[in-house]
């Protein structure tokens, strides 16, 4: 499986992107898909992640509520959209798909494929 991320960009404070992230074909049978991100200077940090099949979701802290994963599995996407974007959410994000039990969607380590990253800037 191969993943291609996209729709990264520079925004302003406050603004929306949303970003997907395209398997090359259905992972698995059960898998889950997740987003990471990495700020210039800091370690990789865990998002949001889905399961499917199903809808079992996870974010982080610092965005949940604002931010929202989905996927489309016609089309073997995830997306992820971001509101209310703030300048601490600048970084370059990464899709990855595995097959964490939902208490570990949140380590990196147990997805074995990642997508190549799209970077995301919000300016105040």
């Known amino acids: 499986v191969q993943l291609q991320a996209s729709g990264g960009g520079s925004v302003q404070a406050g603004d929306s992107l949303r970003l997907a992230c395209a398997a090359s074909e259905r992972p698995f049978s059960n898998y889950v898909m997740a987003w990471f991100r990495q700020a210039p200077g800091k370690a990789r940090e865990f998002v949001a992640a889905?399961?499917?099949?199903?809808?079992?979701?996870r974010y982080s802290d610092s965005v949940e509520g604002r931010f929202t994963i989905s996927t489309d599995s016609a089309k073997n996407t995830v997306y992820l959209q971001m509101n209310s974007l703030k300048p601490e959410d600048t970084a370059v994000y990464y899709c990855?798909?595995?097959?964490?039990?939902?208490?570990?969607?949140?380590?990196?380590?147990?997805?074995?494929?990642w997508g190549q990253g799209t970077l995301v800037t919000v300016s105040s």
């Open positions: 889905i399961r499917r099949p199903g809808s079992s979701r």
């Open positions: 990855a798909v595995g097959r964490p039990i939902l208490s570990a969607f949140d380590q990196e380590s147990l997805y074995g494929t």
